[in-house]
């Protein structure tokens, strides 16, 4: 278990503190509506930190080839599980190098707002290396008021309870966050520390990245489409940004 992050309930827990039966059972949300609006029929798409495939399953459904990468092979079973055709990676998202280049890539689940800075880096560094030069990279990030709005709940179409409990300051702009999740027979809870960032951060990480924010694709700002940066070529060493 990462520091910081624990979780409970039944069956495995990952190292951020996912239980993967509770992903297998949560209802997706509008984020397939979102990707397909966002980028070209039919596109390659590498989606970083799948989980159980709940987002995966819809896209490829809708025609996306898609390519599922997690760090939890109890995740990416639930994926083949839910979505046979669909090619998983085992493996951690910051050294990842497929050695291939995707239409789009997909940072989502807020991975973007983890406590570390290096992590964070090189969260965006694997979008980067994977996107086409023409590409564009989808990232998902919390609400503004995401860590003063708490206590709140809402209720998941799967019939479960979310509710964000607290999120305590733990040092450094970081917050320790406590969910719950209910359901009629069962229960989870979550532990996990994230790093709020406002608009210019967040485009300063980008930038340092390679990337350059194009659009805000939802209206309360969750989901951004990035662009690579254009780069040239060196005599001297390897592409350059500009």
Same mark, same amino acid.
């Given at each position: 278990?990462?520091?910081?992050?624990?979780?409970? =309930?039944p069956g495995a #827990?990952?190292? +951020?503190?996912?239980?993967?039966?509770?992903?297998?059972?949560?209802?997706? =949300?509008?984020? *397939?509506?979102?990707?397909?609006?966002?980028?070209?029929?039919?596109?390659?798409?590498?989606?970083?930190?799948? =989980?159980?495939?709940?987002?995966?399953?819809?896209?490829?459904?809708?025609?996306?080839?898609?390519?599922?990468?997690?760090?939890?092979?109890?995740?990416?079973?639930?994926?083949?599980?839910?979505?046979?055709?669909?090619?998983?990676?085992?493996?951690?998202?910051?050294?990842?190098?497929?050695?291939?280049?995707?239409?789009?890539?997909?940072? =989502?689940?807020?991975?973007?707002?983890?406590?570390?800075?290096?992590?964070?880096?090189?969260?965006?560094?694997?979008?980067?290396?994977?996107?086409?030069? @023409?590409?564009?990279?989808? #990232?998902?990030?919390?609400?503004?008021?995401?860590?003063? @709005?708490?206590?709140?709940?809402?209720? +998941?179409?799967?019939?479960?309870?979310?509710? #964000?409990?607290?999120?305590?300051?733990?040092?450094?702009?970081?917050?320790?966050?406590?969910?719950?999740?209910?359901?009629?027979? !069962?229960?989870?809870?979550?532990?996990?520390?994230?790093?709020?960032?406002?608009?210019?951060?967040?485009?300063?990480?980008? !930038?340092?990245?390679?990337?350059?924010?194009?659009?805000?694709?939802?209206?309360?700002?969750?989901?951004?489409?990035a662009r690579p940066? !254009?780069?040239?070529?060196?005599? @001297?060493?390897? *592409?350059?940004?500009?």
């Amino acid at each position: 278990m990462r520091e910081g992050h624990q979780g409970t =309930g039944p069956g495995a #827990i990952t190292p +951020d503190g996912c239980a993967v039966e509770l992903y297998r059972r949560l209802a997706v =949300g509008d984020e *397939p509506d979102v990707i397909e609006a966002a980028v070209p029929a039919r596109s390659t798409v590498l989606e970083l930190g799948s =989980g159980a495939g709940r987002v995966t399953e819809p896209l490829a459904a809708r025609g996306f080839t898609v390519t599922a990468v997690d760090e939890s092979a109890e995740m990416l079973a639930a994926v083949r599980e839910r979505s046979p055709g669909v090619t998983t990676v085992h493996g951690s998202i910051e050294s990842l190098d497929l050695a291939r280049r995707f239409d789009v890539v997909l940072l =989502g689940s807020f991975l973007v707002h983890t406590a570390e800075h290096r992590t964070r880096q090189a969260l965006l560094e694997t979008c980067r290396r994977h996107v086409k030069d @023409d590409g564009r990279v989808l #990232i998902q990030r919390e609400g503004e008021d995401w860590h003063r @709005d708490v206590p709140r709940e809402r209720r +998941d179409a799967a019939g479960c309870t979310v509710r #964000i409990l607290s999120a305590e300051p733990a040092g450094d702009g970081v917050d320790s966050i406590h969910a719950e999740y209910v359901f009629p027979d !069962a229960r989870w809870t979550q532990t996990f520390l994230s790093r709020s960032l406002d608009g210019p951060e967040f485009a300063r990480c980008l !930038a340092a990245a390679g990337l350059v924010v194009e659009d805000v694709l939802t209206d309360d700002g969750t989901w951004v489409r990035a662009r690579p940066e !254009a780069r040239r070529d060196s005599p @001297d060493g390897p *592409p350059e940004r500009r």
